[in-house]
Nanobody, 120 residues
Framework: QVQLVESGGGLVQAGGSLRLSCAASGRVFSISVMGWYRQAPGKQRELVATITSGGSTNYADFVKGRFTISIDNAKNTVYLQMNSLKPEDTAVYSC??????????????WGQGTQVTVSS
């Protein structure tokens, strides 16, 4: 069974930094794209950043210049380096991946989410 395991959330003061990690475990054959989304209380889930296995990135306007997404294809792991955090970045951050399993099927899967809280 393929799953995404996230880590790195927590509490940080405004202006601080956090690094999120998300590893795809199980029988993964290849990854097409991985990304991070977030959902704040009372709001809809929104895209933060995505990256393809080839390194092409896409960022939401509200994180450009502050967040950096990267991927380690050998480890099937995506990272989100978050700098200059603001209280409005407080949300549950969830990892998403579109990947092909060793058995053949292509899956679109989600991690369990990790809480990021930025205090003012």
């Amino acid at each position: 069974q393929v799953q995404l395991v996230e880590s790195g959330g927590g509490l940080v003061q405004a202006g601080g930094s956090l690094r999120l990690s998300c590893a795809a475990s199980g029988r993964v054959f290849s990854i097409s794209v991985m990304g991070w989304y977030r959902q704040a209380p009372g709001k809809q889930r929104e895209l933060v950043a995505t990256i393809t296995s080839g390194g092409s990135t896409n960022y939401a306007d509200f994180v450009k210049g502050r967040f950096t997404i990267s991927i380690d294809n050998a480890k099937n792991t995506v990272y989100l380096q978050m700098n200059s955090l603001k209280p409005e970045d407080t949300a549950v951050y969830s990892c998403n991946a579109v990947l092909r399993t060793a058995m053949g099927p292509v899956l679109n899967i989600w991690g369990q989410g990790t809480q990021v809280t930025v205090s003012s």
